[in-house]
C-alpha cells in the first residue's frame, strides 16, 4: 500500500491535496455537503492505489537481437514483447531501451491498452558504428493505471549482448609468387640452400629446457637462445596486427586502429577461403586466433568475434626477440614504428621468407595536429627502413581503400628494382 501510493502521479496528488484543503474548508464552514466531496476526492487516489497493489500488476517483456553478431555499418534490429498478467486492467505503459549512442539514438515506446495474456510487438532498428561487445538495455516501464493516479517504474528486461564485428572489405588477388599458405612449396622454401637448416630460436625464457639451447646463436648474440621445436614446416601465412594504442591516431570509428583491425580481418577472411592457413597474432606474438585444422567457415567467426573484443596495447614499441610468425610469411598491419622497432620486427625474420607490411601514416587520422612535410617524414623513413630490410611496404592512409592497398601489398611481393610507392 506505501508503494503504491508512493507512486501518485501530479494527478492523483492533486486529488489529495484539494481534498484536504476541501476537508478543511468544510470543518471551517460546517458545511456537510463539502465534506462528502472531499472524502470522495481523497478516497479517489487511495482507492486506486489499493486497487493495483491488491491485484498485483505484472508486465512481463522479452528482447530478441537479430542478428546477435552485426558488422559496423550494417543494419540490425532489436524485437520487443510486451504482455501483462493481473485481475486490473492496465492504463498506458511507457517503454525506454536502454541503448549506447554507438548503436543509435535511444528508443521509446507508448502502449494505450495492454492486452491481458496476448503479447505486443514493438521492434527498432540498429546500425552500429563501432566494433565492441555492446550492451543493450535495460528495458524500462513506467505503467499507469487507467485512470492516470498512480505509476511505477519497472525493470522488465536487463542486458543483452551484442557482438560488432569490424567490417570486411572484399579483397581479389594473391601475393604473387609460391608459398603462401602451401604446404609443399612452404617446406621446399624453408629447406632450400646450402649448409644447415634455418632453425627458428627466441630469448631464453624461465623454466626452458637446457637442452633446448641453440649454443651457435648464443654465442652469436651473446645471450642465450634456445630453439622453437614446434616449428610450423606446414606453409602458411601469419598475419600481425599492431595495436598499440600509441602507435595509433584518432578516436571513435575515424581511429587509425580501427581502420587496422578491419583491414586485418579482410585480409585473413581472404586467405583463408582462398584455402590457406592463416594465423592472426598481435605485435607481441600474442595469438588472436588460428585456423583449426583445415579450416572452414567457423574460423570467419572465430576471427571476427575476437578481433570485436579486442582492446588497445599499453606498450610503446614493439620487442618480441623472436621471429612472430615463427618461419611463416608474415603480413604486418603496423601503426607507428619507431627505428628499434623496425630493426626488432627485421632482424629475427629468416632469409628468403617473404615479409609484407602496410604501415599506417597514423598522423593523418588527426589532420592538422602535425604539418603534412612532417607526416611524410615520419613515415616515410620506417617505410625506407623496411624496405632496406627486404620488407614489400605499402603506406595506407585514412582514405585509402581497402581493395585497392590488397591489390598493391600484393605487387609488393614480387622483386623489383624499385620499391613500390606508398597508397594515398
Known amino acids: 500500500m506505501l508503494r503504491a501510493l508512493s507512486g501518485l502521479t501530479t494527478r492523483g496528488r492533486c486529488l489529495l491535496a484539494a481534498g ?20 470522495f476526492v481523497i478516497a479517489l487516489p487511495v482507492l486506486v492505489a489499493f486497487f493495483v497493489a491488491a491485484a498485483r500488476l505484472r ?32 492504463g498506458e505503459v511507457l517503454l525506454e531501451d536502454g541503448l549506447p549512442y554507438t548503436l543509435g539514438t535511444r528508443p521509446r515506446f507508448v502502449v ?46 536487463g542486458h543483452s549482448r551484442l557482438l560488432v564485428v569490424p567490417r570486411v572489405e572484399p579483397l581479389g588477388g594473391m601475393p604473387a609468387g609460391a608459398g603462401v599458405g602451401s604446404g609443399d612449396d612452404g617446406s621446399v622454401r624453408l629447406h632450400a640452400g646450402q649448409g644447415e637448416t634455418d632453425v627458428v630460436v627466441r630469448h631464453y625464457r624461465q623454466g626452458d629446457d637446457l637442452r633446448k639451447v641453440h649454443w651457435r646463436s648464443t654465442a652469436r648474440r651473446d645471450e642465450i637462445m634456445v630453439r622453437v621445436e614446434e616449428r610450423p614446416w606446414r606453409g602458411g601465412t601469419t598475419v600481425l596486427l599492431d595495436r598499440r594504442a600509441a602507435a595509433h591516431h584518432g578516436t571513435g570509428p575515424s581511429a587509425s586502429i580501427e581502420w587496422a583491425v578491419s583491414f586485418a580481418a579482410s585480409v ?28 572452414g567457415a567457423q574460423y570467419d567467426h572465430v576471427v571476427l568475434d575476437a578481433l570485436a573484443a579486442l582492446q588497445p596495447g599499453h606498450q ?19 601503426g ?35 604539418a603534412p612535410e612532417q607526416r611524410a617524414a615520419a ?5 625506407e627502413l623496411l624496405r632496406a630490410a627486404g620488407w614489400g611496404v605499402v603506406v595506407a592512409g585514412p582514405h585509402s581503400p581497402m581493395p585497392r592497398v590488397w591489390v598493391e601489398l600484393c605487387r609488393a611481393a614480387t622483386p623489383r628494382t624499385a620499391p613500390i610507392g606508398g597508397v594515398r
Not at 283 to 292: L, S
Not at 379 to 383: C, D, I, L, P
Open 379 to 383: 613515415t616515410g623513413e620506417s617505410a
Open 20 to 39: 484536504a484543503a476541501a476537508a478543511v474548508c468544510a470543518a471551517v464552514l460546517n458545511e456537510r455537503d463539502l465534506l462528502r466531496v472531499a472524502l
Open 112 to 157: 494505450e491498452r495492454l492486452p491481458l495474456h496476448r503479447a505486443v510487438a514493438l521492434r527498432y532498428p540498429i546500425q552500429p558504428l563501432l566494433r565492441g561487445v555492446q550492451q543493450v538495455g535495460p528495458l524500462r516501464a513506467t505503467v499507469t493505471d487507467p485512470f492516470g493516479l498512480c505509476e511505477f517504474e519497472r525493470e522488465l528486461i
Open 59 to 90: 508486465v512481463g517483456a522479452a528482447r530478441t537481437l537479430l542478428p546477435e553478431r552485426v558488422a559496423v555499418g550494417r543494419s540490425g534490429e532489436v524485437q520487443l514483447e510486451l504482455w501483462r498478467t493481473g485481475r486490473l486492467p492496465a
Open 316 to 334: 610503446r614499441d614493439i620487442t618480441s626477440g623472436y621471429d612472430l610468425a615463427e618461419g611463416q610469411e608474415l603480413i604486418a598491419v603496423l
Open 336 to 370: 607507428t614504428v619507431s627505428s628499434d622497432s623496425v630493426h626488432e620486427l627485421a632482424r629475427y625474420r629468416p632469409r628468403g621468407v617473404r615479409s609484407l607490411a602496410v604501415l599506417l601514416d597514423t598522423p593523418a587520422w588527426s589532420a592538422g595536429v602535425i
Open 268 to 295: 585473413c577472411l581472404h586467405l583463408r577461403r582462398s584455402g590457406h592457413r592463416v594465423r592472426l597474432l598481435t605485435e607481441h606474438g600474442d595469438v588472436v586466433a588460428d585456423t583449426p585444422g583445415d579450416g
